[in-house]
């Protein structure tokens, strides 16, 4: 079993930073690959990034490729995602994940945090 809470988000100005933190409990976080996933107002839950167990792999989606940057610290069991350059089209409800590998869909995910709320203003 894994337990996941996140947090970091808040209400930023367009152009501004946030970097959230998920915590992980649970003795297999070092062995799991963990995304990041968001959903927008009235919009279905969207992948935004992931990354391998020990953090060598990462993939982002296109929308944030460049300005989002996922990593890891398993010795702290925390994923962090930290968000530059952020745009209006970036609010949501930020949700972090765990998987034995790595997924691009939400289906591929066995753990989930109750989501952090970003919201960017222009």
């Known amino acids: 079993q894994v337990q996941l809470v996140e947090s970091g988000g808040g209400l930023v100005q367009a152009g501004g930073s946030l970097r959230l933190s998920c915590a992980a409990s649970?003795?297999?976080?070092?062995?799991?690959?963990m995304g990041w996933f968001r959903q927008p107002p009235g919009k279905e839950r969207e992948f935004v990034a992931a990354i391998g167990w020990n953090g060598a792999r990462t993939y982002y989606a296109d929308s944030v490729k460049g300005r989002f940057t996922i990593s890891r610290d398993n010795a702290k069991n925390t994923v962090y995602l930290e968000m530059n350059s952020l745009k209006p089209e970036d609010t949501a409800v930020y949700y972090c994940c765990a998987a034995a590998i790595i997924h691009f869909s939400q289906k591929g995910y066995d753990y989930w945090g109750q989501g952090t709320q970003v919201a960017v203003s222009s």
């Open positions: 649970g003795r297999t976080f070092g062995a799991n690959a």
